[in-house]
């Protein structure tokens, strides 16, 4: 697996993360044949959240890969925190609750990248600031980041918090690509994109943050996917051609898609399924060109000014 360096930090990172959202619809015999095949394919970095599952899903990945100091230090854990039951919660008290939590489950001392989860209006930054002194004191966390928050909120924090933030996480695919296409319209009258996010994907890139896409197969807010999907005929038909050419399946184009951007991004996977996790992650060895990247971004209803 190509690796990257997760924003301006010095950690290496494999080009695709491994989200373990669904991890919890395996058994155990099946949980430890998917972490087992996601090390054999060099994809060591494994995205959680402390509500995945209520919190089960930390617990079966712990129990999957046999958690110990050896495996521990051959892998990269990534958690995120901040949602609770009706709200969202940046205080410093359910930040440092969260954590423990999660490093519980998990059965480690530490976490690599803890993420904000999603944006909280009642944030105050000052807290977010003593929260993640703490924890990085402590050794608890050794990296930080955010997910779906635009440029100002990221200000915000930074305005207060000295540690760095590595990444954002954020939802992005072929038909969701909304932060793409309206840098491609700029000033044009009824664009067909607005611009919503603040334009983040420049910002990012600006300020040396990873962007990490959430949902890659998805279109709409988990509608399902796109891919082998009768809604999207001409975009189907562009990548199974482009993916004949390459001989690898549409699952690999749709993430090689996203790793041609020059933004570097990380894409993070969702799929329980080996074969499939195993297309993902082999499209960090297809580089796509220019012609082919346009013609899947146009095939997907996207319209060039």
């Not at 980041?145 to 590595?166: A, C, D, R, Y």
Request: net charge negative; aromatic share 8%; charged share 25%.
């Amino acid at each position: 697996m190509r690796t990257m360096r997760l924003g301006n930090s010095s950690l290496e990172v494999p080009v695709v993360a491994v989200g373990c959202m669904r991890i919890s619809s395996l058994d155990k015999a099946e949980a430890e044949r998917f972490v087992q095949t996601s090390l054999e394919a060099g994809a060591n970095f494994f995205d959680h959240a402390d509500i995945y599952g209520g919190g089960t899903c930390e617990e079966i990945f712990a129990d999957a890969i046999h958690m110990n100091a050896d495996i521990r230090e051959k892998i990269i854990l990534q958690s995120k925190c901040g949602i609770r039951k009706g709200m969202f919660d940046f205080s410093k008290e359910h930040i440092l609750e969260a954590v423990d939590g999660s490093l519980k489950r998990l059965k480690t001392d530490y976490l690599d990248i803890l993420l904000l989860h999603r944006p909280d209006a009642l944030v105050e930054p000052e807290e977010v600031a003593e929260a993640f002194d703490i924890l990085e004191s402590a050794g608890k966390v050794r990296h930080f980041g955010v997910s779906n928050q635009n440029p100002m909120q990221i200000q915000l924090l930074k305005k207060f918090v000295k540690q760095t933030i590595v990444a954002n996480q954020l939802q992005l695919s072929i038909t969701n690509a909304t932060m793409i296409s309206n840098g491609v319209n700029v000033n044009m009258e009824n664009a067909p994109a607005v611009n919503r996010d603040g334009s983040i994907l420049d910002y990012c890139r600006l300020n040396d943050i990873t962007i990490q896409p959430w949902s890659p197969f998805q279109y709409g807010f988990f509608e399902g996917v796109f891919l082998d999907n009768d809604k999207f005929p001409e975009l189907n038909q562009k990548i199974d051609e482009i993916a004949k050419k390459y001989d690898v399946s549409n699952t690999t184009i749709a993430i090689a898609w996203l790793l041609r951007h020059p933004a570097k991004m990380q894409p993070v996977t969702g799929t329980m399924n080996i074969g499939r996790l195993q297309d993902c992650c082999k499209a960090s060895d297809v580089y796509l060109t220019r012609e082919e990247w346009y013609e899947i971004y146009r095939a997907a209803g996207n319209v060039l000014p």
